[in-house]
């Protein structure tokens, strides 16, 4: 399993979530103006966005080099379930983009300005929502694991799915920062995570032995 | 470890194109599988694998008894050549044995980057595969597809010694490999009738 996340990695797409994120926190300010009250209204909502993009982009590597290069062929045929590749392969995409854009959120949020007591929910509500955002990602993945140019295709069926840990996350973020109770909304993410860790990867897992036929 | 196939349909996007195929492959013994191209060879091996149903019939081998080399070679390119043959001995269970380097002359090239490699010696690294997974029957399609005359010989007795030590091999090739007292199955009279041409004589 850790071979698999080792793997991933050396597959690359390692710095382009991140650096994505770090263009949309910077250019959204230059864009909206300096507007301090502004931007601390909208920064919730954008560093949500952001994050969820940045995970979007580097999705459709998940599967397709493995199909290209027969990897998946082989693996489908290995003695480990795919339901464990398929959960590795999410592990190993929250590592190399949700965890670090975990970690790179509230310097950014610093751009924003987003108030003072909104960083320990941001911290919280991407640590806990973007676990989500990988592993509903790799069963769009590998629902167009077989189709060419998949990427398209991939982004309109993860993006529906992505929307309610979008309003939940970016909510439990600005009530946090407005001071009021966030802990609604941060559970509710929570459970959108657990579901979706748990019965995500059997869906992918059928979905991928389906697309090798 | 006895492979047999049983009154097998494979299908391929759809369309039957191989039915009724049946054979017993022993331990010890190997099989050449020919026929032109695109008369489903590549689709019965897959099907045998367990990666796509059959339509009809059955195979039946002993659980994880099964190697498949397919065209791709699942090598990665940011991996050396020895990290490619560990990470596919750990997802097998097994620890590398570099006595599987040797055969097919990888030993030079182990701590080489696999993207950089030509064709021939990424093939080697695919085909080293089958050593470190410890798989008794193995499904070899087009296997010697851009290896030299001599990689070709090296592989041959790989595939020799792996017959003596009891295991046995499905080889769909063009390309005599000289494996001696292989037995040779055409596939030929296997092809399914275009379903197409049914209907017209049903109906034209």
């Given at each position: 399993m850790r071979d698999l996340a080792l793997a991933v990695r050396a597959g690359g797409g390692f710095g382009l979530g991140i650096a994505f994120f770090l263009l949309v926190a910077v250019l959204v300010p230059l864009g909206v103006g300096p507007d301090a009250r502004l931007l601390a209204a909208i920064a919730p909502g954008i560093l949500w966005v952001g994050a969820l993009l940045a995970c979007l982009l580097t999705l459709d590597r998940l599967f397709a080099l493995d199909h290209e290069d027969g990897s998946l062929d082989l693996l489908a045929t290995a003695p480990i379930p795919m339901e464990g590749v398929v959960a590795a392969k999410a592990l190993a995409h929250w590592l190399v983009t949700g965890l670090p854009l975990t970690i790179a959120a509230p310097a950014l949020a610093l751009l924003l300005n987003l108030p003072g007591p909104g960083y320990g929910w941001l911290l919280a509500a991407l640590a806990v929502g973007t676990p989500a955002l990988s592993v509903i990602g790799a069963f769009g993945a590998a629902l167009t694991v077989?189709?060419?140019?998949g990427g398209l295709l991939l982004g309109l069926l993860v993006l529906p799915m992505y929307v309610p840990t979008l309003v939940f996350g970016a909510s439990a973020v600005a009530r946090g920062a407005a001071g009021l109770a966030a802990a609604t909304p941060l559970l509710l993410l929570a459970g959108i995570t657990a579901g979706a860790v748990a019965l995500l990867p059997f869906a992918a897992a059928a979905a991928i032995r389906a697309n090798l036929r | 470890m006895v492979l047999t196939v049983t009154d097998l349909s494979c299908t391929r996007g759809g369309i039957p194109v191989l039915e009724g195929v049946g054979f017993t492959l022993a331990p010890g013994s190997a099989l050449m599988l020919t026929g032109p191209n695109g008369i489903g060879k590549t689709t019965l091996l897959r099907t045998l694998a367990g990666l796509q149903p059959p339509l009809r019939g059955s195979v039946s081998a002993p659980p994880d008894s099964l190697a498949y080399a397919g065209h791709a070679d699942g090598v990665k390119s940011a991996l050396t050549v020895r990290e490619n043959l560990a990470f596919w001995a750990a997802v097998h269970g097994r620890r590398l044995d570099e006595?599987?380097?040797?055969p097919l002359r990888l030993a030079p090239l182990a701590d080489r980057l696999a993207g950089e490699l030509s064709a021939g010696q990424r093939r080697r690294l695919g085909l080293a595969r089958l050593l470190v997974a410890g798989r008794r029957i193995w499904l070899l399609d087009e296997p010697t597809v851009s290896l030299d005359a001599a990689s070709v010989g090296d592989f041959a007795a790989l595939v020799t010694a792996h017959l003596a030590a009891g295991g046995s091999a499905l080889v769909a090739s063009h390309v005599a490999m000289g494996l001696a007292g292989a037995a040779v199955l055409d596939l030929l009279p296997f092809r399914a009738r275009a379903p197409v041409e049914d209907f017209e004589v049903a109906f034209g």
């Open positions: 077989g189709v060419r140019r | 006595a599987a380097l040797g």
